[in-house]
């Protein structure tokens, strides 16, 4: 599976946008791009994924680049229950016989602020 | 309701012995992964199971024993050879295709 490289930490004040970055620049054509968070203490919740069409869900929209070596992660609206750490993971999808290595890296830790 | 539980939350053991952590999904999962979480830290994997009777080494299986009988359990035993077994595991599952992982709360093991 690919690596993923992302910032350590970042802020952001409640009500506006965080956007998490990710650079996956080793990414293969049958890889997906995951993102989950793990609000401390607890198991990593999913948020999104995609493969090379932006998506949008209840949670977060999934932007990735044309060339697919990078995506962001848009919370709209960050509340402060959206601290936690974000993980980006690029993963192989198998249709039958299970699924593939699920390898997480260090993540962002987000800081939502009054 | 179906889901992914791991038993027990907290678990204390002697230095020496060896435990086994329990993870059971009634999702009918095809994949288990086991993780180990160090403070601070991200999740490093340690085994994970593709289908019955079948699991590959993850990339800190040393010191860890799995088996994968039977579809829903995927129990991980830390063994003695483990030199720092304190620490924070999770157990997850996913089915097959293009899907999510669904991770459990995790098993706070210390050993004394």
């Known amino acids: 599976d690919a690596k993923t490289t992302q910032p350590p930490s970042m802020d952001c004040a409640e009500g506006r946008a965080a956007n998490l970055p990710c650079n996956h620049s080793t990414i293969s054509g049958n890889e997906y791009v995951y993102w989950y968070r793990q609000i401390h203490s607890q198991g990593p919740q999913y948020i999104i994924h995609g493969l090379k069409n932006n998506e949008t869900n209840e949670m977060a929209s999934l932007i990735i680049t044309e060339d697919r070596k990078s995506s962001t992660l848009i919370l709209p609206h960050a509340t402060l229950r959206d601290t936690a750490v974000y993980y980006c993971i690029v993963r192989v999808v198998r249709l039958t016989g299970g699924g593939n290595k699920l390898t997480f890296g260090t993540g962002t830790q987000l800081k939502v602020e009054l | 309701d179906g889901g992914i539980t791991q038993s027990p939350k907290y678990l204390f053991r002697k230095e020496g012995q060896n435990v086994t952590l329990s993870c059971e999904q009634n999702l009918n999962h095809d994949a288990m992964y086991w993780y180990r979480q160090d403070p601070g830290q991200g999740l490093r994997l340690i085994y994970y199971?593709?289908?019955?009777?079948?699991?590959q080494k993850g990339d800190i299986a040393e010191g860890y024993s799995v088996s994968r009988e039977k579809k829903e359990s995927f129990p991980l035993t830390v063994t003695s050879a483990q030199k720092n077994p304190t620490a924070f595991y999770l157990c997850a599952s996913s089915p097959s295709g293009a899907t999510e992982a669904f991770f459990g709360q995790g098993t706070r093991l210390t050993v004394v």
């Open positions: 199971s593709q289908i019955v009777n079948d699991f």
